[in-house]
């Protein structure tokens, strides 16, 4: 059974870089990683997505080492508005019940 | 564009009892997935439809079941309720154009809380 696992929690002041990582099994080479903001009361919002090395978006940056056994997401310059929890989603692309989210990371962002 | 919708937003249902969750995807998204989100467990994937098909499933008990239909809206449904299937449901849908591509960009709904008394 896959276990994917996050630090509980981060605070970081506002204007830094954060990296949130995920740890999970070695992945394949064409196995996704994505990751999800959510905020109290709400359902997961998607930031990005990506099975390469690197990732880049509007948004954020995902980072996947030669041994694929983490994955990173990068926050640059956060904001208040930033403070969430954030999910690691892995998806297998072989065999049956093949995703698994990551235990969350609660990011709080001080002013 | 509307976003995805979930019916109801709260229920309350006693062990035993079956329960039924709709879900409306975003208009033009094929593929609906559900998710289970617990404090213990965390965000557990339900099963996934394409086209009214079947195409993925976690590993969750034969209880739980589900639907989608020709317009894409899903319903899952949670037979002999028990204490512990309390829980927020999550539906995602998204914009798979073709029954094989792969993409987990999903758009969430903002869930059913169920609660079993």
């Known amino acids: 059974l896959a276990k994917t696992t996050q630090p509980i929690s981060m605070d970081s002041y506002e204007g830094q870089e954060v990296n949130i990582t995920c740890s999970h099994n070695n992945i394949a080479t064409n196995d996704y990683i994505t990751w999800y903001q959510q905020f109290p009361s709400q359902g997961p919002r998607f930031i990005i997505q990506g099975y390469k090395t690197k990732v880049t978006n509007e948004v954020a940056s995902l980072f996947i080492p030669a041994d694929r056994k983490s994955s990173t997401l990068s926050l640059p310059r956060v904001s208040l508005s930033d403070t969430a929890v954030y999910y690691c989603?892995?998806?297998?692309?072989?065999?049956?019940?093949?995703?698994?989210f990551g235990t969350g990371t609660r990011l709080t962002v001080i002013p | 564009k509307a976003g995805v919708t979930q019916t109801p937003r709260y229920l309350i249902k006693t062990r035993g009892q079956q329960v039924t969750l709709s879900c409306s995807p975003i208009?033009?998204?094929?593929?609906v997935s559900w998710y289970q989100q617990t404090p213990g467990q965390g965000l557990q994937f339900l099963f996934e439809?394409?086209?009214?098909?079947?195409?993925n499933k976690g590993n969750f008990p034969g209880r739980f079941s589900g639907r989608q239909f020709s317009n894409s809206r899903s319903e899952m449904n949670v037979s002999t309720l028990e204490l512990g299937d309390s829980a927020l449901y999550l539906c995602a849908s998204s914009l798979a154009l073709m029954s094989g591509e792969i993409t987990y960009e999903q758009y969430f709904g903002p869930g059913t809380r169920l609660t079993v008394t």
């Open positions: 208009s033009g998204h094929r593929s």
């Open positions: 989603l892995v998806a297998f692309q072989t065999g049956a019940n093949n995703l698994f």
């Open positions: 439809y394409f086209s009214e098909t079947q195409r």
